[in-house]
């Protein structure tokens, strides 16, 4: 089904949805698009649910879309929306399942030289050290009480467990964990999804990718994060596996009990939501930093496994390879903010789903090393196409809650990818000098590169619209997906 209603055209890259033109919004969707994109958005339907989004009990500012933006649960993918922090809702289907879906570059000293002939055992040693697929287990097996500690600990148990370096923290959202967890709140059937899965990528879009810094946009921010042309980089992309989507799946259907017995006008039943200020908002705030905890361990134990990886291969140390995290950050996750809304300063709570923090140079929340450049800002495109580096600028905080994409977004359905041949996409990326490793040709198929929009057109709208500056290209040269 199409989206047949009105988008405005407002200012370059930017369409607006009138606050009214579907009934109950209280405010306007915003869609940063160029024009070659609308057809596409228009027919997936997402500006339906954008405007869907702008009827969320005490949400402020407009309801927003970027430019990655497809059909979601509820919220679009690419969905951003605050609400006020104390009689605004919030809503699962605004955070996603995979709670703290999110991406992590590691950055070395290593070349193309240092890798040249190395490259498939390289690969094969990452594919055995990192679990990758759909039901995957990690190689650590924990227990309850270790699983406790991981929900409400995130990063910081890892590091602490001999899962990385204690300046991985300083470089990881939140530090790697969210202090608002309660792992009092997360059920049995969630910690059992996730006591077998810690330590693995899953399936879908999730990957692990080798890459060449192709080029460089910004000398001083690609300084500041460790990265110069020709060197070797590893992007990781993962989230909170089962324990995060059973806590969605728990979140919900309490919510949308919440909502029949309340009455609470919603024009989708995938809206469901319950104020903050309640008890059922604040437990699941709670269980969702839990979830979100758990990601961070996660991609910091596989941060650990690519370390080993290369060491074996290439006989030196981590350290003296200078492998060291550039950043990780979130695109699936709710976070209590301090923004400018109408003119004063408000706290909010701002759904980011499938969408990036992005904060300008300046913000507390950045770590000391880059505060003074701004936060970096990972967006991967499709296998084929690599990842940008990107870094918050004050048009974000301007204008989006300090908000990006979060990477190229999917045009095409998984269903519709039936007709592509897993030989063709093995033959493309060989042809342009990427190893391979897959789980599955069913996997495969469904994320080859023509299943997604351009990354350069969906960065260039990003960029072009002030949120985030360009600052460098990576090229990949060695996939793992799941």
């Known amino acids: 089904m199409a989206w047949e209603g009105v988008l405005n055209k407002v200012g370059d890259n930017r369409w607006e949805i009138p606050k009214g033109h579907v009934p109950g919004m209280l405010t306007n969707a915003i869609i940063y698009a160029d024009e070659s994109m609308l057809a596409q958005i228009r027919n997936d339907n997402a500006p339906q649910q954008a405007a869907n989004v702008a ?26 929306a605050a609400v006020d922090a104390d009689s605004g809702s919030i809503s699962p289907g605004g955070i996603g399942f995979d709670i703290n879906c999110g991406v992590r570059t590691i950055r070395t000293d290593l070349t193309l030289d240092d890798v040249k002939g190395k490259m498939d055992s390289i690969m094969d040693a990452l594919y055995a050290n990192v679990p990758s697929g759909l039901g995957s287990k990690g190689l650590k097996k924990v227990g309850q009480k270790e699983l406790s500690d991981i929900l409400q600990n995130g990063s910081v148990w890892a590091v602490e467990n001999g899962f990385g370096w204690e300046r991985d923290l300083e470089v990881t959202e939140e530090g790697g964990c969210m202090p608002s967890a309660d792992e009092s709140l997360v059920s049995d059937k969630a910690r059992k999804r996730g006591l077998p899965q810690l330590g693995s990528l899953g399936s879908g879009n999730h990957f692990l990718e080798v890459d060449v810094v192709d080029k460089v946009f910004d000398e001083r921010a690609a300084k500041a994060f460790g990265l110069k042309e020709g060197c070797i980089t590893i992007t990781v992309h993962c989230g909170s596996r089962g324990c995060g989507h059973q806590i969605a799946t728990d979140y919900l259907q309490l919510m949308e009990r919440y909502v029949k017995e309340n009455n609470v006008v919603l024009p989708d039943r995938q809206l469901a939501c319950a104020p903050l200020n309640t008890r059922l908002g604040d437990e699941y705030y709670r269980a969702m930093s839990c979830g979100a905890n758990y990601a961070w361990a996660n991609r910091q134990m596989i941060t650990h496994w690519v370390r080993e990886s290369f060491e074996q291969v290439l006989g030196d140390s981590a350290e003296n390879m200078g492998m060291d995290v550039v950043y990780d950050v979130a695109h699936n996750i709710a976070k209590k903010e301090r923004h400018s809304v109408d003119g004063h300063n408000a706290d909010v709570l701002v759904h980011r789903k499938g969408a990036t923090r992005a904060f300008a140079a300046g913000r507390p929340e950045i770590t000391l090393r880059y505060r003074d450049v701004g936060q970096p800002v990972i967006i991967p495109g499709d296998m084929s196409a690599g990842t940008y580096i990107l870094v918050g600028l004050p048009g974000a905080m301007e204008e989006s809650f300090g908000t990006t994409c979060h990477g190229a977004g999917r045009q095409m359905s998984r269903k519709a990818t039936n007709s592509i041949s897993a030989r063709d996409v093995e033959a493309d990326l060989s042809g342009r000098g990427i190893t391979l490793r897959k789980g599955s040709d069913e996997g495969l198929v469904e994320e080859a590169p023509q299943a997604y929009k351009d990354m350069d057109t969906v960065v260039s709208v990003v960029c072009g619209s002030g949120l985030a500056g360009k600052v460098a290209k990576l090229r990949p040269i060695g996939v793992v997906k799941g």
């Open 55 to 80: 009827c969320l009990p005490g949400i402020v500012g407009s309801s927003m879309a970027m430019p990655d933006i497809h059909w979601g649960y509820g919220f679009p993918i690419g969905g951003v």
